[in-house]
């Protein structure tokens, strides 16, 4: 148990509870099933690489081709990703949140992921297609050796910094009117239009607060493992934060917590382990892990869709029926 | 002018295999209520029978046939043991789209430490080359299109003038009042499922054999050519899917002699996109996507 494995262990963490707060107030509250989720978590990395590079021309970096390469201090890419995600929250939710049905948004989505991916792979001229981006500087690595313990802990605590910040957005959006006008038109889409609330304008708006905090996710990962190629944002990776999302329970943010830290930190913890012991045949366990992701979606599903930590149930002072808050509170 | 006749011929293929493919998509979601993710997995799955049968010796025309077999048999086995309970149960549109798609991740990787990752192709010679005007295609290709066009007119004969035809038709325009009426409703989308599914693990034959090589990642394309073929024609409209056929697969050949083959896909998105944007009810449906979910 060496520094780095914990700080790798907790950066993951980090980065997968920021992504599945982001995913929560899009699907678990809002209604919204994003199956393109991983495409702005991607696009805030890219952005946040391209921020902090040098040019391609720069020495030792002209083994790729990509645009721009600012290099930009510290806090500016990380910034930088979280805006970008947002801003391509605005045409994607354009195209797909304004009409359609919530299963074809779902499928729309889903075809997006996809064919974002064959684009960025197949042009490589954009973002070095298929091989990707190598090299991604790390944050402050000009004041502190990023080889050091020191650093390690910094990231860690840069990490818990983001993923605070995503909590306190999360937690201000589900307490908030906001959050209860976006849960009426989760439950009820017809009846909150009757009410006046205009559903397109509520899913563009967590669509893209959902995009930021994706693409700042991706920024600190990216900071971190200092690649970043399509082959890390298959759409499948997103089935993976659905199934954290849905494992832990839709609609509240410790559920959320929970997921992530029951689903991808797990699975990726139990797939060292079983890589370490040579347990299954060599390369094909993850391709098990799959099948057991999988069967965790349907299993849920099927015996609690509400996960392993339902949301609680909202009731107020006000309400024209006491008996029955009486008998929530007492149940 | 004679790369832009070529691709015309390519063409012709092309939206041979995709309306096998998206007829087959667009009857499962306008009679069973489901949207199968899992189709494209279900026809790499049934390419690859046909693919070992191949090896074994076995003509790929019986390979077809087998795919086919299989094909059936494996949609009627998900729907009997996975999306029907999960239906029954009363889970929402959208939890059926996760559904489908969890299992779709399922096949994918019980399959990848069987087949590998490696791209594969049929042994089969590609016949003589055979010449119209400038359009020259090979005569596995003008067999494909024939088994096509042979397919379609037996859906439209199945739709229109049997009993069971009509029955599917009933159930999916009201399945309780089609209860009522005494379809065994049961039964008919048992019959659906065995149908689409034989028509989907032809389709993933036949487009393997008219692709060079084809992968486990192939899947994927096959399902966004066959939901941008039965979207753009209206979902749940076989008719509709036969148009959107026949236009999508014209266009990304075409496109794919102008600029690369590489961005077929991206093309045919990008029809999925202009549609969903300006008729998302698709060409022929009244209602399609523009319903209210539930």
Redesign the interface.
Known sequence: MNTYYAANLLIYAGVDIIACLALNLQFGVSGITNFSFIVFQAVGAYTAAVLSMPPDTAAGYDFQVYFGGYQLPFPIPWIGGAVAGGLLSIPVGFFVLRKLRSDYQAIALLVTSIIANTVITNARSFLNGAAGLALVPQPLQDRIDPSTDTYQYLYVGLTALGVALAWFVSARIVNSPFGRTLRAMRDHELAATALGKNPVRLKMTIFIVGGMIAGLSGAILVGFIQVWAPSVWLYPETIILFAAVIVGGRGNNIGAILGALLVPVGFEEVTRLMERLNIGPPGFIPAFEWVAIGLLIMGFLWFRPDGVRPEPRHVFEGSPFPEEVESVRAG | MSLFEAAFGFGLVSMSVIALAAVGFTMQFGITNI?N?AYGQVMITSAYVAYYLNRAGVSIWIGMIAGAIFGALFSFLLNRI?YA??QR?G?T???????S???S??I???L??IVGYYSTSYHQDPGGLIRLGGIALTSNQIVIIVIAVAVMLAIHGLLTYTRLGKAMRATAANPSLARNCGIPTQRVVDAVWLITGALCGLAGVVAALNADSFAIASG?GFL?TA?AAA?LGG?GQPYGAMIGAVIIGMVTELSAAQW?P??K??VA?GI??AV??LR?QGLLARRG?????G
């Open positions: 949207i993710l996975v309970p999960f149960k889970t549109l959208l939890g059926m789209v996760i559904v798609l969890a299992v991740l399922m994918a990787n019980l990848l430490p994927a966004i939901l979207v979902a690369s590489e961005y896909d991206v998105f999925l996109v969903m944007v998302p996507a523009l319903a209210a979910a």
